[in-house]
């Protein structure tokens, strides 16, 4: 099991345009990939789940990836983060 | 022929045939089936043929509005093939032994209610796209076409009972000529679309939808809020006549939008704007506006339960300043109580709310909330051009308490090595009579007078323009009030400082001449009336407004300047 831990940073929250990309992303894995904010844990490959957490600028969401190409995912993750701009990762 | 009343969203004259945009409620009977399996095919065969939909739909939206306005569709998609979604819509099929229309129902309804639940306004807008969705599949299930904003091939007004966020998205003003609501006014977000994409708009008129047919013509009238349906043909050629002319002025306006406002001898004066949100911004520009004239911050505290957090507040300033990019922003302090009530302000009734217990005297008095607010202005300052402008100031000793209280935050800020400007000009609404009288007096202790005409009117005429019975008595033009600001703006100049004015009389094209000859420096109004009015600063000759100011000064009643204006002013262009 692998994890990333990201603080929202862009000020419309977690918003559809990078959780589009997010989920899009974690569909390209086989791994079982989670989103979790406080004590809400959601499937990162549904939009509906992601945006149902509602995560705000400020808000610390942690990624956790489990499965044969966890690592691979998480790097994805990771980069596709950087991409959107909506957050920064806790290194 | 029938014609409907209502408010006038986005100035123009469209005619073209009516569609009406209905999105259909949800009432889905619940029927138990026998075959589950036929009933998930069904459903199955619905996405498939939305899916195929929304690919077209992304791709000629790319095409006709470009790549942002097809993401909304390519959100669609993505829920669209959403596990939450689907499984959730299946699962209900065989467990409930229900159709699949009245489960897709459910679903969509439960998944709705999930994002209007959310606490951040953005995401609470994504139930609209939920709720497209839901549609979308739906009306293949039922087999009715869903009518599409983006695949339209024929010129149309649109008659709806609202316009959703994505609704206004695909308005493609090559078939879009206008538009009609039932709800709605005019800074509800789909009067503000239209406004930006220069569409004729009527909004608000409650039943229109209800009186209109699909294929009906339909003359919008943007300029006063009427709706005319199955005209005559000399009506038709009345409003073509008229759309040409409001055309032809349109494009002599844009011509000044970014040009400076000066008179014809070159004496220039800054038209600024009113606002009430950082969502007026975008209105405030395309008029041309150079400056923020005023910003009310009221309506940040307005209609809600609890009082907007310091954070909140810097957001909304920083984003106004941002927004306008370095030009000034004039932000009035909170100005509630008296009439603006707040749910979670307990302050007792008043006898007289106008003379009570409102505005900078309610901040002196409850100072936590003044100083927050004065806190995250402080701290909104290094983004863009601010100015802080506290409102019935009455008294000097009022001022000197306001400006003790600013420095103590200010200092407070810096020396916790928080940034902020050190170019924040002060200023003061001159609208209450006593500050006007000892205008002189008040000059040496600030930067800048912002003249509040509505207050100043109803104080020094005593008379409540509220009240039917004596609103004749609200006389911008009466020679004492004409006084009143020529003495402030004397005051204020022999100070070095500068004299906007910030209430209805600064757009008011009968003021403007004079106002322009009384040496008014800045005038702030409506977004909306700044072209009409840099277009008529234009064609005046500053130096004959002085003479005509002077004259007016002399005059006895506000019936002899106002015939005076109009001896001498052409207001309107022909």
Wanted: hydrophobic share 40%; charged share 25%; aromatic share 6%.
């Amino acid at each position: 099991m692998m994890e990333l831990t990201v603080k929202i940073t862009n000020a419309e929250g977690l918003h559809a345009r990078p959780a589009r990309l997010l989920v899009s992303t974690a569909n390209q894995f086989r791994s079982d990939i989670f989103a979790q904010l406080n004590d809400q844990k959601v499937t990162l490959k549904s939009i509906l789940g992601v945006l149902s957490l509602g995560a705000e600028q400020g808000d610390v969401i942690t990624f956790i990836a489990n499965g044969e190409d966890e690592a691979q995912a998480i790097s994805a993750l990771q980069e596709a983060i950087a991409k959107s701009g909506v957050g920064v990762v806790y290194e | 022929m029938n014609s409907i009343r209502g408010i006038s969203a986005s100035a123009g004259i469209a005619i073209a045939k009516a569609l009406r945009l209905v999105h259909g409620d949800w009432n889905i009977e619940k029927r138990t089936i026998q075959d589950e399996e036929s009933e998930i095919d069904k459903f199955e065969s619905a996405l498939e043929k939305s899916r195929s939909e929304l690919h077209r739909l992304i791709e000629q939206t790319r095409e006709r509005l470009g790549d942002e306005k097809a993401e909304i569709f390519e959100a669609h998609l993505l829920v669209l093939d959403d596990p939450a979604f689907i499984d959730q819509v299946k699962e209900k099929i065989t467990s409930e032994r229900v159709n699949a229309e009245f489960a897709l129902q459910e679903t969509t309804i439960h998944l709705v209610e999930m994002f209007e639940n959310l606490k951040s306004p953005y995401l609470r807008e994504r139930a609209a796209d939920m709720r497209d969705v839901g549609k979308r599949v739906l009306s293949h299930l039922l087999q009715q076409k869903m009518v599409d904003l983006a695949d339209l091939s024929e010129e149309v007004v649109l008659i709806a009972d609202d316009l959703s966020p994505s609704d206004t998205a695909l308005l493609d003003k090559t078939y879009v000529k206008g538009f009609v609501t039932n709800k709605g006014g005019r800074t509800t977000h789909s009067a503000i679309m239209a406004r930006s994409l220069e569409i004729p708009a009527v909004v608000g008129t409650k039943n229109a939808l209800e009186q209109v047919n699909d294929g009906d013509l339909v003359i919008v009238d943007g300029i006063d809020g009427e709706v005319i349906v199955n005209p005559e043909s000399s009506l038709v050629e009345h409003y073509q006549a008229k759309r040409i002319r409001y055309e032809k002025q349109k494009e002599e306006w844009n011509k000044l939008r970014d040009l400076p406002t000066a008179t014809l001898d070159g004496h220039q004066v800054e038209l600024a704007a009113n606002i009430g949100s950082p969502n007026d911004v975008a209105d405030v520009l395309a008029n041309g506006s150079e400056a923020v004239g005023l910003y009310r911050t009221e309506f940040l505290f307005m209609g809600r339960g609890t009082w907007p957090s310091e954070d909140e507040q810097f957001e909304a300033y920083k984003s106004v300043l941002e927004r306008m990019n370095g030009k000034p922003v004039v932000v009035r302090t909170l100005d509630i109580g008296g009439d603006k009530e707040l749910s979670y302000l307990d302050v007792p009734k008043e006898a007289n709310p106008f003379l009570g217990f409102r505005a900078i005297r309610l901040c002196l008095e409850k100072q936590d909330l003044f100083r927050t607010q004065l806190r995250a202005l402080l701290r909104a300052s290094v983004y863009g051009n601010l100015r802080i402008m506290f409102p019935m100031i009455a008294t000097l000793e009022e001022l000197m308490s306001v400006k003790a209280i600013y420095r103590e935050e200010k200092r407070k800020l810096v020396s916790k090595g928080v940034a902020v400007s050190d170019n924040i000009q002060l200023g003061i609404m001159i609208e209450i009579p006593s500050a006007a009288i000892l205008a002189d007096a008040f000059a040496k202790e600030v930067d800048f007078f912002s003249i509040g005409t509505n207050d100043l009117i109803q104080y020094t005429m005593a008379a409540d323009r509220m009240n039917e019975k004596v609103s004749y008595l609200y006389q911008p033009l009466n020679p004492a009030i004409l006084r009143l600001i020529k003495h402030v703006i004397e005051a204020a100049h022999r100070e070095g400082r500068w004299v906007g004015m910030c209430g209805e009389m600064a757009g008011d094209p009968r003021a403007i001449p004079l106002l322009l000859g009384m040496g008014l420096d800045e005038f702030s109004m409506s977004a909306t009336s700044i072209l009409p009015s840099r277009s008529l600063i234009g064609r005046l000759l500053h130096h004959d407004m002085r003479k005509l100011a002077a004259q007016a000064l002399e005059m006895r009643s506000a019936e002899e300047v106002a015939h005076l204006v109009r001896q001498n002013v052409i207001l309107q262009e022909d």
